[in-house]
Nanobody, 116 residues
Framework: QVQLVESGGGLVQAGGSLRLSCVVSGRTFSVWNTGWFRQAPGKEREFVASIWSGGDTAYAGSVKGRFTISRDDAKNAVYLQMNNLKPEDTAVYYC??????????WGQGTQVTVSS
């Protein structure tokens, strides 16, 4: 079993920055990929960024160059540094991890609100 706890959301003005954290506990040795997704009101949940166990990263086009995903293996944590935030980045941000065997686990989400 794997548990994820996100933190770091909040209210920020456009152009500002936030750093989200996702702490993974449980079967962390079998984590294959950890990523961030977001869901705005009335919209589908969408991919934001992810990082593989080997260190490769991927980003949605809408956040490339503004967001950076990273991890600290000693803390079993994955971070999402978000710079130059825009009102359209407003959403609930979810952390998701995929372990060996393909099982997925989600966190509870953290709200990010960007005011114009």
């Amino acid at each position: 079993q794997v548990q994820l706890v996100e933190s770091g959301g909040g209210l920020v003005q456009a152009g500002g920055s936030l750093r989200l954290s996702c702490v993974v506990s449980g079967r962390t040795f079998s984590v294959w990929n950890t990523g961030w997704f977001r869901q705005a009101p009335g919209k589908e949940r969408e991919f934001v960024a992810s990082i593989w166990s080997g260190g490769d990263t991927a980003y949605a086009g809408s956040v490339k160059g503004r967001f950076t995903i990273s991890r600290d293996d000693a803390k079993n944590a994955v971070y999402l540094q978000m710079n130059n935030l825009k009102p359209e980045d407003t959403a609930v941000y979810y952390c998701r991890t995929v372990v060996g065997g393909g099982n997925m686990y989600w966190g509870q989400g953290t709200q990010v609100t960007v005011s114009s």
